[in-house]
């Protein structure tokens, strides 16, 4: 199935299509750009964090429920390293990898 990550709706309609939810997701929505401008480029960032960070939360958001109550199964999320050190070219990139907590 192809799905729009940063649609909610589209990955809604997905999950609801499955037969069934599988005991594992791996949630890996992940767009990197190069800003190599010496201002900030705001839609760069916008559109990072709608496919890194939002995009990964409307699919939590679509399958929790159907997790929630079963067993053995597990929602995983990838990040990067670049959300621990950062990288000087991309800082919407490493911005919407990073963890907290």
């Given at each position: ?17 499955l ?24 839609d ?58």
């Open positions: 199935m192809v799905c729009d990550t940063t649609d909610s709706d589209a990955v809604n309609r997905v999950v609801e299509q037969d069934s939810v599988p005991r594992i997701a791996i949630l890996n929505a992940g767009i990197g750009e190069l800003d190599k401008r010496t201002e900030v480029d705001v760069l960032h916008r559109r990072t964090f709608e496919t890194n960070y939002f995009g990964v939360l409307n699919w939590v958001s679509a399958l929790y429920p159907h997790y929630r109550d079963a067993e053995n199964t597990v929602i995983a999320a990838v990040s990067s390293l670049a959300g621990y050190r950062g990288l000087p070219q991309s800082p919407a990139y490493a911005a919407s990898k990073a963890r907290y907590g």
